[in-house]
């Protein structure tokens, strides 16, 4: 086998067409030598590259499903006519049937798409609010490695499911949250507990818990806590989950250590729905739970930096279920 990638890159001299080939050396790289070439009129653009254990055996995937369609230019050229973004979807699909490689570390392109797909999910700036566009760049992005893109995907599609329940909503959050606590993202099990807290499902709702807590200090990812108060956010909602279930929540000693980004977050939250008597019950419930059993002193709104809204779980949640149908 051998570790490298399978790229799309594209010309503006030959529209409607991508060249597709593998490499075991950085995309970019191979796309600025063959931009090099006196016979090319523009360069050539990285359009998309994912990592394969075996990028021979991925390449020749690719290649036999791209023929399949005809879409080879030349026999002997690694030229194909379409859209682009159908042949990376082929990328992708392969990936999904092999496995891509694991990731060595952050990769700044899947870092940009999941950018992108946050300012889609969003609507920021003059980028207009589109879910379904948010969930084909989430997509992308957790191809090419990026760990939040799983959880993120997980809660739309778990905002969907709580809207709508039904199967094929449940099992698309259930794939996305589960590969990305198998690639190391044990937020994503905060995300599963949401789904069995509503299916009434306890024992389920209490190992994935237990799973969050216990992975995350045996597998600690700087990548997911750039936050520094995400992790008090999470304590909350499972404090709050729990309470509703009718459980007494557990994890002491982590909560203990988070007693006052919990405070925060759940004061934050008050606040965002002061208006609204049924959001605030459980949160007021939450929030006297830990003051009576965290001991940890009161936290003064003003002086906190509680975690980062855009990311808040609740407002993913309600922003798709508005925006998607």
């Not at 075996?54 to 499903?65: L, Q, S």
């Not at 799983?150 to 709508?164: C, D, N, S, V």
């Not at 789904?195 to 990812?221: C, E, G, M, P, Y």
């Not at 990548?223 to 557990?250: F, T």
Request: hydrophobic share 45%; aromatic share 8%.
């Amino acid at each position: 086998m051998e570790q490298g990638w399978v790229y799309v890159l594209v010309n503006s001299s030959i529209p409607n067409m991508a060249k597709v080939g593998r490499t075991t050396h950085a995309p970019a790289q191979r796309a600025a030598e063959l931009s090099a070439a006196t016979g090319v009129a523009t360069p050539f653009v990285l359009a998309f590259d994912q990592p394969f254990e075996n990028c021979v055996e991925a390449e020749r995937r690719v290649h036999g499903e791209l023929d399949r369609r005809g879409l080879r230019v030349a026999p002997n050229r690694e030229f194909f006519r379409g859209a682009p973004s159908e042949i990376i979807k082929v990328v992708i699909e392969v990936a999904e049937q092999i496995g891509p490689a694991a990731p060595t570390g952050p990769n700044p392109c899947a870092e940009r798409l999941r950018l992108a797909a946050e300012g889609a999910l969003f609507g920021e700036g003059d980028i207009l609010q589109d879910t379904g566009e948010a969930l084909r760049l989430y997509k992308l992005a957790s191809a090419r490695g990026s760990l939040l893109a799983f959880e993120r995907m997980g809660q739309i599609y778990t905002a969907l499911y709580l809207a709508k329940p039904d199967r094929p909503r449940r099992r698309r959050s259930m794939m996305a949250l589960k590969e990305g606590a198998r690639r190391g993202n044990y937020y994503c099990y905060c995300e599963m507990a949401v789904i069995f807290a509503a299916d009434h499902h306890i024992a389920n709702f209490v190992k994935a818990w237990n799973l969050f807590f216990t992975q995350r200090i045996s597998s600690f990812v700087q990548e997911l806590e750039l936050d520094p108060g995400r992790h008090g956010a999470a304590c909350g909602r499972y404090i709050g989950q729990a309470l509703e279930l009718g459980l007494k929540p557990a994890h002491f000693t982590e909560l203990s250590g988070a007693a006052d980004t919990i405070i925060a977050n759940l004061l934050a939250d008050l606040q965002a729905v002061r208006t609204d008597q049924a959001a605030r019950q459980p949160l007021t419930t939450a929030l006297r739970w830990a003051y009576e059993n965290l001991q940890a002193p009161p936290v003064p709104i003003a002086t906190f930096q509680p975690a980062n809204r855009s990311m808040s779980p609740n407002w993913v949640r309600r922003q798709a279920i508005v925006s998607v149908s």
